[in-house]
C-alpha cells in the first residue's frame, strides 16, 4: 500500500489522475482542458500525418467537441467541452479517439499512455491563463521563437467563455 502524504498524513498518493464529472453551473460554460502523453514520452506527435489523424479523429468523435488544441513531439494539449447532453467521462473519450489514430497510424498503436490528465475551468481568467500557458509549449521547449510559427496547433470549434 502507498505511503500517505507528508503533508496530508490521512490521503494517500494518487498513482492515477482522479476524473472527477464535469460540474454543470448555471451560464457558465464547461471547458475542459485535457493532457495525453504518449508512452516513455517518445517524440512521435509532432508530424503532418499524426496531426491529420487526430483532426480526423476528433472530429468524429463528437461526443466532446475539441477547441485549441496544441500538439508538441511527446504529448498534446486540448480545449473541449461536451458535444451532446450526456458525454461520455472524458477518459472514455480519450481511449475512443485514441484507438482512431492509432488505427490510421499505426506507429501510434501502444504508444499512448492510457490515461489522461484532465481539469474543468473554472473562470474565464483561469481559461485564458491555460491558454496561454499551453501556446508558450514550443517556445518554452526551444522549437520555435514564436508560438504562432509552431505547424502542430489549431482550433477545431470556438469555445468561447461566455454563453
Given at each position: 500500500?502507498?505511503?500517505?502524504?507528508?503533508?496530508?498524513?490521512?490521503?494517500?498518493p494518487r498513482h492515477?489522475?482522479?476524473?472527477?464529472p464535469p460540474v454543470?453551473?448555471?451560464?457558465?460554460?464547461?471547458?475542459?482542458?485535457?493532457?495525453?502523453?504518449?508512452?516513455?514520452?517518445?517524440?512521435?506527435?509532432?508530424?503532418?500525418?499524426?496531426?491529420?489523424?487526430?483532426?480526423?479523429?476528433?472530429?468524429?468523435?463528437?461526443?466532446?467537441?475539441?477547441?485549441?488544441?496544441?500538439?508538441?513531439?511527446?504529448?498534446?494539449?486540448?480545449?473541449?467541452?461536451?458535444?451532446?447532453?450526456?458525454?461520455?467521462?472524458?477518459?472514455?473519450?480519450?481511449?475512443?479517439?485514441?484507438?482512431?489514430?492509432?488505427?490510421?497510424?499505426?506507429?501510434?498503436?501502444?504508444?499512448?499512455?492510457?490515461?489522461?490528465?484532465?481539469?474543468?475551468?473554472?473562470?474565464?481568467?483561469?481559461?485564458?491563463r491555460k491558454l496561454?500557458?499551453?501556446?508558450?509549449?514550443?517556445?518554452?521547449?526551444?522549437?520555435?521563437?514564436?508560438?504562432?510559427?509552431?505547424?502542430?496547433?489549431?482550433?477545431?470549434?470556438?469555445?468561447?467563455?461566455?454563453?
Amino acid at each position: 500500500m502507498a505511503e500517505p502524504q507528508p503533508d496530508r498524513p490521512h490521503i494517500p498518493p494518487r498513482h492515477h489522475p482522479a476524473h472527477p464529472p464535469p460540474v454543470r453551473r448555471h451560464n457558465v460554460p464547461v471547458i475542459v482542458p485535457v493532457t495525453v502523453c504518449t508512452a516513455d514520452r517518445r517524440e512521435l506527435l509532432a508530424n503532418p500525418m499524426v496531426h491529420g489523424a487526430l483532426r480526423t479523429a476528433w472530429d468524429g468523435a463528437r461526443k466532446w467537441l475539441v477547441g485549441y488544441y496544441m500538439i508538441m513531439p511527446d504529448h498534446l494539449h486540448l480545449f473541449c467541452a461536451p458535444g451532446c447532453s450526456a458525454p461520455p467521462a472524458v477518459k472514455v473519450w480519450g481511449r475512443y479517439w485514441k484507438r482512431l489514430v492509432s488505427q490510421a497510424v499505426s506507429a501510434l498503436y501502444g504508444q499512448w499512455i492510457p490515461d489522461c490528465w484532465d481539469t474543468q475551468m473554472r473562470s474565464q481568467e483561469h481559461y485564458v491563463r491555460k491558454l496561454e500557458y499551453v501556446a508558450a509549449n514550443p517556445v518554452r521547449k526551444g522549437l520555435v521563437e514564436r508560438s504562432e510559427d509552431w505547424p502542430y496547433q489549431g482550433k477545431m470549434n470556438e469555445l468561447p467563455w461566455i454563453l
